[in-house]
């Protein structure tokens, strides 16, 4: 059974879920909608591009959007030291 949604905070290991979450957010059929807390100051501090998490969400995809609805592009999301952001799948 394909979940409904997916909510992630890990504390800077956000690329390696979904990673490990990309069979189940680019499969047909109906996709999980994804909760996310992008933490970019500890991916930064780890040398990695929090924009890079956002692009593969994009490319598999799912568009942006502020908890409040609001849409929300990657760069208002990747400036704040951590952001609440979903993850809507396009379809």
């Not at 979904?18 to 992008?38: I, M, N, S, Y």
């Not at 995809?61 to 760069?75: N, W």
């Amino acid at each position: 059974m394909t979940p409904t949604h997916l909510k992630i905070d890990v504390v800077g290991d956000e690329a390696s879920v979904l990673a490990g979450a990309r069979a189940t957010l680019t499969a047909g059929g109906r996709r999980p909608t994804v909760f996310l807390e992008l933490h970019n100051d500890i991916l930064r501090a780890r040398g990695e591009t929090p924009g890079r998490v956002l692009q593969e969400l994009g490319a598999w995809g799912y568009r942006l959007e502020a908890p409040s609805g609001a849409p929300l592009t990657a760069d208002a999301a990747v400036g704040p030291r951590v952001t609440r952001l979903v993850a809507l799948p396009s379809e």
